[in-house]
């Protein structure tokens, strides 16, 4: 590894770990913000789901935005947005504010974490951007395995507020090194697909929010199904769109490469799986076992550390084997796992009963998630990677936030918070939806191609129009 290359993995991948933590910081803080902001049960969904809706909807346009006016220059201009939003999270006085704020993180953290993926890209040979890619989702998964301990220790030793400041002095630091350490460089595109930026912001919007809103609102209402509506016709018009525009802002020839494709629809699998578990295993241990939220933070640890553990391990691999193995095979851990949770959880389930489905699930989709992603690079000419990881970005935020939203509905139907039991039934049909997910996206992920990666497009770049519209 050169030093550039040491300090651009670095960099994105402290930028990952900042905001996968304030993710997990933010969730276990939610009981103390609501004392102190007053705030109620919608209210505090909302700092959530703030965040989480102008994130999945820029995410497209970040990547975008990137290879237009510099990806150097919009990942220090996001950072900045995420580390000022920050602040202003810490400065709130009422959950007003604090949602507002956290609005305003979602816009930052739209520019990163897609750059953060290009830049690493970009910056790797084909033969070790996997590796890369699992050590950067291996510090994210530090983050993910630290957070719901940091959140309760400065919750209950300082203040809430704190969770925020924190990122203050990451956010500095980072800032000041990626303009020293890191080059300049630009997409395929000297234009800004203005249309495409409209119709996808709009359309992902439309779609996130029916989806966010289905389970409280009703998915029959009004509201719910009119912004799915919304969301699909709008998405529609940006296929057709792209396809006849000059500088696209996401090719849709993309989409006829079998790595790409394949590789983006198994991903939106494993989010779905992983979203899905990840909501409701800590409620888990909690309603139904009885648990404190840092004994079963602790019961699921061994399950959030293959993410440190494995990631960077299957990335190096699939740098020599093909991405479909691990992807395919991962999947494969992951349903079998969580099906073993099906088959045992119950009330009075030891932990020692649940521990080998944990680790077995932990370990598959761990191993899966840095094999996709150099699928779907890899399937692109190098100047396009933007696009790539844009796309690639945006379709996992889509599949974690169906699969909250599929589980959440089929537990709704099974069962209940009125007792343990109640809530038993209920969490065995929704891991039964992740299961069903994960073994979904085993069967698309066999279609991956076997051939071991490399920079697939090896056709002359194209020019005029058929660069971006296929006319």
């Not at 079963?296 to 959030?304: C, D, K, S």
Request: include cysteine; glycine fraction near 12%.
């Amino acid at each position: 590894m050169t030093p550039k290359q040491a300090w651009v993995l670095a960099l994105a991948s402290l930028a990952s770990f900042m905001m996968a933590l304030d993710s997990q910081v933010v969730t276990t803080a939610l009981p103390t913000i609501r004392r102190d902001l007053s705030a109620s049960i919608e209210q505090l969904e909302w700092t959530v789901n703030a965040y989480n809706l102008s994130f999945a909807v820029l995410l497209l346009t970040g990547a975008a935005l990137g290879d237009r006016f510099g990806r150097r220059r919009m990942f220090v201009t996001g950072l900045t947005v995420f580390t000022l939003a920050s602040v202003g999270c810490a400065m709130s006085t009422d959950i007003g504010t604090l949602i507002v704020a956290r609005t305003v993180q979602g816009v930052g953290a739209a520019m990163v974490l897609p750059l953060s993926l290009t830049l690493i890209s970009a910056i790797f040979p084909p033969e070790r951007r996997g590796k890369a890619m699992g050590l950067y989702l291996g510090l994210t998964g530090l983050a993910t395995f630290s957070g719901p301990f940091i959140g309760g220790v400065i919750a209950e030793g300082l203040a809430w507020q704190w969770i925020f400041w924190l990122n203050l002095p990451i956010g500095v630091a980072a800032v000041l090194l990626t303009l020293r350490r890191v080059d300049e460089s630009a997409g395929p595109n000297s234009r800004l697909d203005q249309g495409g930026v409209v119709l996808m912001t709009l359309g992902s919007l439309g779609i996130v929010w029916g989806l966010v809103r289905g389970n409280l609102a009703g998915w029959g209402s009004a509201e719910v199904l009119g912004a799915l509506t919304l969301g699909v016709v709008l998405v529609i018009a940006f296929v057709f769109w792209e396809r006849h525009s000059e500088a696209p802002m996401l090719p849709m020839r993309f989409f006829r490469l079998r790595a790409f494709s394949t590789a983006n629809a198994a991903n939106f699998c494993v989010f779905a799986s992983l979203y899905g578990t990840l909501f409701f295993l800590p409620q888990y241990f909690q309603t139904a076992q009885g648990f404190g939220p840092f004994e079963a933070g602790l019961r699921l640890m061994p399950w959030t550390a293959t993410l440190m553990i494995c990631a960077p391990i299957a990335g190096k691999l699939a740098d020599k084997y093909s991405a479909r193995t691990f992807v395919a095979a991962g999947l494969l851990l992951q349903t079998i796992g969580m099906g073993w949770i099906v088959l045992v959880a119950g009330p009075g389930t030891s932990y020692a009963t649940l521990l080998p489905g944990l680790i077995v699930s932990g370990v598959g989709i761990t191993s899966a998630m840095p094999a996709a992603q150099r699928s779907v690079v890899g399937a692109v000419r190098p100047p396009e990677i933007g696009q790539a990881s844009g796309a690639f970005m945006m379709l996992r935020i889509f599949g974690g936030v169906f699969g909250v939203a599929v589980a959440v509905a089929v537990f709704t139907g099974a069962g209940s918070h009125v007792s343990p039991e109640e809530f038993g039934g209920g969490f065995t049909a929704a891991m039964g939806t992740v299961v069903a997910f994960a073994f979904t996206g085993m069967l698309v992920a066999l279609g991956i191609p076997g051939r071991r990666p490399a920079e697939a497009p090896r056709a002359p770049a194209l020019s005029g129009t058929d660069r971006g519209g296929n006319r």
